[in-house]
């Protein structure tokens, strides 16, 4: 049977990834941890969150599509060949 060597003190594994790295993930866990806390820890925070994020991410992608829309049809819409069948005021 094996013995356990408990005079070696022990270190996380670092899974392979160089030490100069888990700074930086760990300044980025940080983030994730601060915005959970800002915003996911409770529900009616969450729920707010979810609500703005959803608010202007469809006004955002309505703005973008809309702009596309025109840019794809400039000069075959109503408003840009309106000037040829209007009768003009005299």
């Given at each position: 049977?094996?013995?356990?060597?408990?005079?070696?003190?022990?270190?996380?594994?670092?899974?392979?990834?160089p030490?100069?790295?888990?700074?930086?993930?760990?300044?980025?866990?940080?983030?994730v941890?601060?915005?959970?806390?800002?915003?996911?820890?409770?529900?009616?925070?969450?729920f707010?969150?979810?609500?703005?994020?959803?608010?202007?991410?469809?006004?955002?992608?309505?703005?973008?599509?809309?702009?596309?829309?025109?840019?794809h049809?400039?000069?075959?819409?109503w408003?840009?060949?309106?000037h040829?069948?209007?009768?003009?005021?005299?």
């Open positions: 049977m094996g013995t356990w060597n408990l005079s070696k003190k022990w270190k996380p594994p670092t899974l392979g990834v030490i100069g790295c888990l700074s930086v993930c760990q300044s980025k866990m940080s983030l941890t601060a915005a959970y806390n800002a915003l996911g820890k409770r529900t009616s925070t969450f707010l969150s979810v609500m703005v994020g959803a608010f202007v991410f469809e006004r955002t992608f309505d703005g973008v599509a809309d702009q596309i829309y025109l840019k049809n400039q000069g075959k819409l408003a840009d060949i309106k040829k069948y209007e009768a003009k005021d005299e």
